[in-house]
């Protein structure tokens, strides 16, 4: 797939905010795409047959769905022939889960899309619908919260992308020691404490994915800023201060795929 060029422009993506009995859930469609492509690119490099995927925190399905849309229309035509994916979601609210089975969403978030991206999807009644194509790649578990739910199941990679800032760093870090025992490849996360993201990494064996890694930093769009935020600011796991190399953790305060270093230490 290649690297993506630092001057690739992209649709702004329409958040999705969701609100249901206490919980709430911000979310879209093709939110980054560097993301997308550099998650698949480290999933073809390392599994063969069969890619098996977990989405946590996955909200009212926009996360799961591009998952699934850019692995039909843009992975899987530059595949050999043997590949095949498995997308698994789940979220703490019932609510979100059965929101999110029905595929369909407001007609405006297509304008958060590209062109291409818009082809992608069935339009009804002023709805965008997945297609059914896309709907059956992803399958919906129980609910479950993702610093201690149980999937009983061991995925090639794991995703808890802009959740982890809605808990505390302790239950960061016990959430990494569970997701250790049924991620085997990536894990992909975003929005966590960044202070003690790189000892959660290191302990649970996983590195940075240096492929276009800031690129990826600097398409999380509405999380970004101009200037370092204050350690004792309410949105520091959660806003983006500048790409800066000199600081000494850098590849993985700034970072949202990471590798495993060791396929089957600790693996169920």
């Known amino acids: 797939m290649g690297q993506v060029g630092q001057n690739d422009k992209f649709a702004d993506p329409i958040m999705i905010r969701a609100y249901n009995d206490g919980h709430k859930g911000a979310t ?20 063969a047959g069969r ?48 929101f999110s089975q029905q595929a369909s969403y407001p007609h405006g978030l297509l304008a958060g899309m590209t062109e291409e991206e818009q082809s992608w999807f069935e339009k009804k009644e002023g709805q965008i619908v997945v297609p059914s194509r896309a709907r059956n790649l992803v399958r919906f578990l129980q ?21 982890l800032t809605y808990v505390s760093a302790a239950d960061q870090s016990s959430s990494f020691d569970r997701w250790v025992s049924y991620a085997r490849h990536v894990l992909a996360v975003t929005a966590f404490h960044p202070d003690s993201i790189l000892d959660d990494l290191v302990r649970s064996g996983f590195a940075p994915c240096m492929e276009n890694h800031r ?40 970072g949202s795929v990471f590798l495993r270093e060791n396929a089957n230490a600790g693996v169920l």
């Open 215 to 254: 690129q990826i930093h600097e398409a999380w769009g509405d999380r970004l800023v101009k200037e370092p935020v204050a350690p004792d600011s309410a949105d520091y796991s959660w806003r983006l201060p500048p790409y800066d190399t000199a600081i000494s953790d850098y590849a993985y305060r700034y």
């Open 143 to 163: 609910p479950m919260s993702f610093v201690d739910g149980d999937p009983r199941e061991v995925f090639d990679a794991v995703l808890v992308m802009n959740a």
């Open 28 to 47: 879209a469609f093709f939110r980054n795409r560097p993301f997308l492509d550099t998650f698949f690119s480290t999933l073809r490099s390392r599994c």
């Open 51 to 98: 890619i098996k995927i977990l989405v946590h925190a996955s909200s009212v399905g926009a996360e799961p769905y591009s998952l699934a849309q850019w692995w039909l229309n843009r992975v899987l035509p530059r595949c050999n022939e043997g590949w095949d994916i498995d997308i698994a979601a789940t979220d703490i609210d019932s609510g979100f889960l059965a």
